[in-house]
């Protein structure tokens, strides 16, 4: 597969790929899309612009990072094969078309150049996986022929977990309604203090639960879907509340511990469970 190369140089410098990291790190899956049965290329993916990718590399969070562009024929041969992936696998995966987004490419450039822009330029398609360590590693481009081919690279760099990505009340809901149990995390990246709890209490111990985990991702909600949340707990009207953790069982409400509870508090009670 020939790939696309966009020269940057009049927006950053030269540096040198942080992308080396090798190892197995764990990939979360895509709530919105579980119960989906007719994914496309279009609804495939969570489509992320500057402030998104920036907010998830500053709470250290793993996830996967698809840069693509509408004007490349390597990227257009591509979507079936990492479409495929998707439907097969359910995998969260941050999409960022570069041709739709110049504004937000300039901000990457300048931010992480040297995760993204490897010798002051980019190539399309390419695939990243981030560590919870800021670590970087791109899935080579060699790999991209057929969807098999692919799907074996990834196995290469990612494990698959039970923790799914939840950014709707109508996915949450769901998820209460199609398994027997569930245990949920929901918290907020964009505060400082849910960010320290997720890295130090909960991370570790959701990633190889074999029990099906929900991390509701409040700043991805509406305001409306916020507010409801908050409610369903009894929290009323948009609570100073950073993080929270909570059981269900046959559909029923067993308990929920909110942030004024101490961190490790959280950690106990999801040990408990998980």
Do not use: W
């Not at 920036?54 to 562009?69: V, W």
């Not at 390419?126 to 970087?136: D, I, N, P």
């Not at 290469?156 to 769901?174: A, G, R």
């Not at 942030?259 to 998980?274: M, P, R």
């Amino acid at each position: 597969m020939k790939t696309k190369v966009f020269t940057l140089l009049s927006i950053i410098p030269l540096l040198l790929s942080s992308c080396s990291f090798k190892g197995d790190t764990e990939s979360y899956r895509n709530g919105e899309i579980m119960y989906e049965d007719n994914l496309t290329y279009e609804t495939a993916f969570v489509d992320a612009n500057f402030y998104l990718i920036d907010s998830l590399i500053k709470a250290e969070e793993t996830f996967t990072f698809y840069i693509t562009n509408k004007n490349c024929a390597s990227c257009t041969d591509f979507k079936d094969k990492i479409t495929s992936y998707i439907k097969d696998t359910k995998q969260l995966i941050y999409r960022f078309d570069i041709s739709t987004s110049p504004e937000d490419l300039q901000k990457l450039g300048k931010a992480y150049s040297d995760f993204f822009f490897p010798g002051g330029s980019i190539v399309t398609p390419q695939v990243y996986v981030f560590s919870a360590k800021k670590a970087c590693q791109f899935v080579k481009n060699t790999r991209y022929e057929t969807t098999a081919m692919f799907t074996n690279a990834m196995k290469e760099y990612v494990y698959e977990t039970n923790v799914y990505n939840i950014s709707t009340l109508d996915t949450f809901n769901k998820f209460i309604e199609k398994n027997d149990e569930l245990v949920f995390y929901a918290h907020k990246r964009t505060n400082s203090f849910s960010v320290s709890v997720f890295k130090n209490e909960v991370r570790n111990l959701i990633n190889r639960t074999n029990k099906v985990f929900a991390l509701v991702d409040i700043d991805r909600f509406s305001e409306a879907d916020a507010k409801a949340f908050y409610d369903k707990f009894g929290f009323g009207d948009f609570p100073p509340i950073s993080f929270m953790a909570g059981h269900y069982k046959n559909q029923e409400l067993v308990n929920v511990m909110a942030h004024e509870k101490q961190a490790g508090d959280i950690h106990a009670f999801l040990a408990d469970l998980l």
